[in-house]
C-alpha cells in the first residue's frame, strides 16, 4: 500500500501566481519530509525538507508546510515562473527506522508564461 | 559535475543480455541506494547499503544483483531481464542512516530498454 501520496498529477499555473503542490501520507512514524524537483531525463533534485518538529520551513520561493495532525504537507512556491515546470516529488522518512525513504507518484507543474 | 553520476545513461539489452548499470558518488556519503522509476509510479525503492553492506532488498527479483565494492561506488548487475523492466533506474546516497537532515541526493537516472 502506498504510503505517501500526490493525488493530483499535473497542476497548471500562471507566471507569477502561487503554486499550491500537495502530498498526504499514512504512516504516523513519519518525521523527516522532502520535496524533490525532476526534469525531464534528469534524476530528481533535492528542493527543501521539514522535520517533524516544525510546521514550517522557507527557502526563498519555496516554503513547506506541514500538518501532522492531517498527516499532510504542501509545497508553495510563489512566485511561479516557468522555469519551475517540472515534476515535484514528496517523500517521507521514519528517522527512527532506518534509511528508507517513501515517495509519492508526482506532481506535474505547468507555470504558463 | 553532479555529486553522483551513473552510466550509461542509456541501455538497450536483449532479454539474454548480461549488462551492468554504474553508480559513483563524489559526497563522501556512507549510504548508497538503488530506485526504480516506472512511468506513472513512485519511485520504488530496490537496495540500500549503509557502509558497504546491504542493508535493504525490497523483495527486488534475482535477476537484479547489486555490488557496492566501497562507499563510493554501487553497481545493478542486470540478467535475463523482461520487458516490463524497463524503467528508469536511479542510483542516490545520503550521508547516514537514522539522522535528522539525511537528504537523499540522486544521479540523472540510467534508462534502460530490455527488447
Known amino acids: 500500500d502506498q504510503q505517501v501520496k500526490q493525488n493530483s498529477p499535473s497542476l497548471s499555473v500562471q507566471e507569477g501566481r502561487i503554486s499550491i503542490l500537495n502530498c498526504d501520507y499514512t504512516n504516523s512514524m513519519f518525521d523527516y519530509f522532502l520535496w524533490y524537483k525532476k526534469y525531464p531525463a534528469e534524476g530528481p533534485t533535492f528542493l527543501i525538507s521539514?522535520?517533524?518538529?516544525?510546521d514550517k520551513n522557507e527557502d526563498g520561493r519555496f516554503t513547506v508546510f506541514l500538518n501532522k495532525s492531517a498527516k499532510h504537507l504542501s509545497l508553495h512556491i510563489v512566485p511561479s515562473q516557468p522555469g519551475d515546470s517540472a515534476v515535484y516529488f514528496c517523500?517521507?522518512?521514519?528517522?527512527?527506522?532506518?534509511?528508507?525513504?517513501?515517495f509519492g507518484t508526482g506532481t506535474s507543474l505547468t507555470v504558463i508564461p | 559535475e553532479t555529486g553522483v553520476t551513473q552510466t550509461p545513461r542509456h541501455l538497450v539489452m536483449g532479454m539474454t543480455n548480461k549488462k551492468s548499470l554504474k553508480c559513483e558518488q563524489h559526497?563522501?556519503?556512507?549510504?548508497m541506494y538503488w530506485y526504480k522509476q516506472s512511468a506513472k509510479k513512485p519511485l520504488e525503492l530496490m537496495f540500500v547499503?549503509?557502509?558497504?553492506?546491504?542493508?535493504e532488498n525490497n523483495s527486488v527479483p534475482s535477476r537484479f544483483s547489486p555490488e557496492c565494492p566501497n562507499s563510493s561506488h554501487l553497481f545493478l548487475h542486470l540478467h535475463t531481464l523482461q520487458p516490463e523492466d524497463s524503467a528508469l533506474y536511479l542510483c542516490a546516497s545520503s550521508q547516514t542512516q537514522g539522522k535528522p537532515g539525511n537528504t537523499i541526493y540522486f544521479g540523472e537516472g540510467s534508462w534502460l530498454t530490455v527488447v
Open positions: 547499503y549503509n557502509f558497504k553492506e546491504q542493508t
Open positions: 517523500a517521507a522518512s521514519d528517522l527512527n527506522t532506518g534509511n528508507q525513504f517513501y
Open positions: 559526497l563522501g556519503h556512507n549510504a
Open positions: 521539514i522535520s517533524s518538529i516544525k
